[in-house]
C-alpha cells in the first residue's frame, strides 16, 4: 500500500471518529462548527444566550436548562411546568420571560394544557407563571423591546404588555389560515409576525393595531430575521426578502428550504438553520442543516446533511463571531 494511500484513508477514518464522539468539524462553508453533546434527554425548542458563556435551551418536557460554560455543561433550573417551553427571551442578565404550552391532547378524558408565560427575575435561576391565556393557546414566540413592553404570538393571537408582564393585552388575528410562529421588532413601533400560511402579521403603530399581509409566494414562514432595516422571511418555501418594511417582497432564488431559524448579524452576512436530508431506514432520523450567505441571501453555502445532528430548531449569536444552534438534545457551537 502507499504511504500516501495509506495516510489519506488514515485522516478519514480519524475524521469519522471524531465526528461520532462529537467534537470539532472543520466546516469552512459556515465556520468552524462544535458539536456539543449535552447528556440531557429531552427535544430543545429554543435556546438564548446572554454572552459567550451564559446561555439558556428550552426543553419539550418543560424544562430549561443553563448554562455558564459556553454549553459545554447544563443545569436544569425551577421551572414550575411540564409541557413544552418554546420561546425565550431576556431583557437583561436578570430578567428573563419563557412561552409555550401545547393547544391539543389525545385520549380519553383529556385536557387540553394551553398556554403560559413565565418570568425569572434573578438570571434564569427560578421562574414562576405570570399569564395563562384564557383560551387554550399554543404560544410560539416571545420579543421585548424594552425591559417593560413586550409581546408574545401563537396560534391566531398576540399578546402585548407594557408593565414587565405584571398584565397583558390580547389581539385575536383573524384569516389565518394556519399559526402564527415568530414574533420580532424593529423598533418599538414596528413589529412582524410569521405565520405558517403565506402571510405574515404586522404592526406600525406599537402593537394597537395588527395587519394580515401575504408574500404571495404560496410559502409558509417560520422565522423572521430583521438586520438595518431589512426583512428576511423562511420557512418551507424559498427565502423572502424585504427592503421597505414588509411592503414588497422579493423571493431569493438561491436559497435553502425547510428553515426553522433565521439570523442576520448584519444585512449581508447571514445564517439559515433546519431540517436536513432524511438518514434512510426505517428507524431513521432527520439531520440537520445549516447555511450561511455573505451577500445578502443572493447567494448561499452549507450543508443539508449536517454530520452528527438531528434537525435544528433555533439559533442564538450572542456575538456576530459565535453562535450556538439548538439540535435535539445536541448543541452546535458556530464559530468564525
Not at 247 to 270: E, R, Y
Not at 282 to 302: A, E, H, I, R
Request: proline content about 3%; overall charge neutral; some cysteine.
Amino acid at each position: 500500500m502507499k504511504l500516501s494511500y495509506f495516510l489519506f484513508t488514515m485522516s478519514i477514518l480519524l475524521a469519522a471518529i471524531a465526528c461520532k464522539k462529537g467534537g470539532s468539524q472543520n466546516s469552512s462553508f459556515c465556520g468552524n462548527l462544535t458539536v456539543i453533546e449535552t447528556g440531557i434527554n429531552d427535544a430543545f425548542q429554543d435556546i438564548y444566550f446572554l454572552d459567550e458563556q451564559t446561555g439558556f435551551v428550552a426543553g419539550f418536557s418543560g424544562s430549561i436548562y443553563k448554562t455558564t460554560d459556553s454549553a459545554k455543561t447544563w443545569t436544569a433550573v425551577n421551572s414550575p411546568l411540564s409541557v413544552p417551553v418554546r420561546s425565550l427571551f431576556f431583557t437583561d442578565a436578570l430578567t428573563g420571560y419563557a412561552v409555550g404550552g401545547l393547544n391539543s391532547c389525545s385520549g380519553t378524558g383529556c385536557l387540553v394544557p394551553g398556554g403560559f408565560i413565565l418570568k425569572s427575575i434573578d438570571g434564569g435561576n427560578n421562574w414562576s407563571q405570570v399569564y395563562t391565556p384564557t383560551d387554550k393557546t399554543e404560544l410560539k414566540s416571545v420579543f421585548f423591546v424594552n425591559t417593560s413592553t413586550g409581546y408574545c404570538a401563537g396560534d391566531n393571537v398576540i399578546f402585548k404588555t407594557t408593565n414587565g408582564g405584571q398584565t397583558w393585552t390580547e389581539y385575536k388575528i383573524n384569516n389565518l389560515g394556519a399559526e402564527l410562529m415568530q414574533i420580532r421588532f424593529t423598533d418599538p413601533m414596528n413589529g412582524y409576525v410569521t405565520c405558517l400560511s403565506d402571510k405574515f402579521v404586522r404592526t406600525t403603530d406599537g402593537g394597537q393595531s395588527w395587519q394580515v399581509s401575504s408574500p404571495g409566494f404560496n410559502a409558509g414562514y417560520h422565522t423572521i430575521s430583521i438586520s438595518d432595516d431589512v426583512l428576511f422571511m423562511g420557512g418551507t418555501g424559498k427565502m423572502v426578502k424585504s427592503v421597505n418594511n414588509g411592503q414588497d417582497w422579493t423571493v431569493l432564488p438561491n436559497s435553502p428550504t425547510d428553515i426553522s431559524d433565521l439570523q442576520f448579524i448584519t444585512k449581508n452576512q447571514g445564517y439559515a438553520l433546519g431540517r436536513g436530508d432524511y438518514s434512510g431506514g426505517d428507524f431513521g432520523f432527520t439531520y440537520g442543516s445549516l447555511y450561511c450567505t455573505d451577500d445578502g441571501g443572493n447567494s448561499w453555502k452549507g450543508t443539508s446533511r449536517l454530520t452528527n445532528s438531528f434537525f435544528i430548531t433555533a439559533v442564538s449569536f450572542p456575538v456576530p463571531a459565535t453562535g450556538y444552534a439548538a439540535s435535539k438534545n445536541k448543541i452546535i457551537k458556530i464559530k468564525n
